[in-house]
């Protein structure tokens, strides 16, 4: 997001920005931070697109406004809804007192992590994490596998008996022989506890080693990360577990290739199982943490259950709504070191094979998936 917003300015200082309407989306971006903050300083057009189909429609809607198409217009922009001045006291005299603490619970025992401090674990054979492939999110969300729209032809069940699972086979056969995945893993655990908005991590004296702040709600339960972890006036020291997980840079390269060779469905098939993968490692190596602290045997006895992430706990990774900041991915590489599997952050906060993942990992009962922030 710093990165997009140098970029507005950057055009703007070339003298590009009237011929050159932007369209900005992805995990990081709200739609009003798009289309309010990033509008007030850019001198073209600036939008915000949920998604491909969204993005198809703007383009439309642009070049039917440069055509002179009568009647086209772009759509209006995101007005953020600000609270009002009676509600924002309120909320800052709530703050000011450190009242703003949601209401989740701080008497659930704390688990005894096996260690202190990081661990690398390399080569993990593909039969460990295979069945945490998330098979609908591969075959509908990567693949696209969907019945025709007229309900003719075959159903969504049929096509991936006849094509998804067939094709699925063949590739991950495929990458064992090619041995295109070095899925490797480096995580560890951290005493911690939270002060308002903060976690805050410590060394093995207690003194305070580094901190992650977070968005709180502004509404709701007002909840932030940093609620399931003991308070800091409480006396009680917490843990919280830190991980990077990476299926190698070999399957990155053949994605690559396949692409250069303008063989798409290879490279979007490829791809998007490259990316699911790297997700179920990071699944499986989430219940390995699980069991490590003790409350494995919680788990659902269902993959599906699995899926729908109805376990204990939560893995929370940056980008997303409860810790917005992919600044905060440079913490975890210091804490973490991932240059150990072959996993590099880079200047714009990216982790370098795509097809990694970092999480912070948090074994408190009430965690959930939550947005915060104080954008609408």
């Known amino acids: 997001t710093v990165i997009m917003k140098e970029n507005l300015e950057e055009l703007n200082q070339r003298g590009l920005a009237s011929g050159y309407p932007v369209i ?3 995990a990081a971006l709200t739609r009003a931070y798009v289309e309010q903050d990033l509008h007030e300083i850019y001198e073209g057009e600036v939008r915000y697109a949920r998604d491909a189909f969204e993005g198809l429609r703007l383009m439309d809607a642009l070049i039917a406004v440069k055509r002179g198409v009568p009647g086209a217009c772009l759509p ?19 703050e000011e007192r450190g009242a703003v603490r949601s209401d989740v619970a701080v008497d659930n025992p704390v688990p005894a992590p096996p260690f202190f401090g990081t661990r690398v674990v390399k080569g993990i054979p593909l039969k460990e994490y295979a069945s945490w492939l998330d098979e609908g999110a591969l075959f509908k969300g990567q693949w ?19 094509e998804g699972r067939p094709r699925l086979r063949g590739l991950l056969d495929r990458l064992q022989t090619e041995n295109l995945l070095e899925a490797a893993v480096v995580y560890g655990y951290f005493p911690c506890v939270s002060k308002g908005d903060d976690l805050i991590l410590l060394d093995e004296r207690g003194n305070e080693r580094t901190r992650f702040t977070f968005p709180r709600q502004r509404r709701g339960r007002r ?8 308070p800091e006036e409480s006396g009680e020291t917490d843990v919280v577990g830190l991980q990077v997980v990476t299926v190698g840079s070999r399957i990155g390269e053949e994605t ?13 098939e490829l791809h998007g199982l490259s990316v699911q993968l790297a997700e179920a490692l990071a699944e499986y190596w989430h219940a390995r943490v699980r069991g490590e602290l003790g409350f494995a045997g919680e788990d659902p ?33 210091h804490l973490l070191q991932p240059e150990r599997i072959g996993v590099q952050l ?15 990992v948090v074994h408190h009962p009430e965690a959930t998936y939550f947005n915060a922030g104080g954008r609408a």
């Open 144 to 162: 696209g596998l969907k019945q025709n729209r007229t309900g003719e032809g075959p159903t969504y069940e049929e096509l991936v008996e006849t």
């Open 24 to 26: 900005l989306g992805g």
């Open 346 to 360: 880079s200047e714009e906060f990216q982790l370098h094979p795509e097809q990694s993942t970092d999480a912070i």
């Open 223 to 230: 909840l932030c990360l940093a609620d399931f972890f003991r």
């Open 76 to 94: 209006e922009l995101k007005k953020r809804r600000v609270p009002t001045q009676a509600t924002a006291q309120v909320l800052q005299a709530d």
């Open 256 to 268: 690559a290739r396949l692409f250069e060779a303008n063989a798409y469905r290879d490279y979007l």
């Open 301 to 333: 006895a269902v993959m599906e259950d699995m899926f729908a992430l109805r376990y204990r706990g939560a893995r929370f990774s940056l980008g997303y709504g409860a810790c917005p900041n992919l600044e905060d991915r440079a913490k975890i590489a």
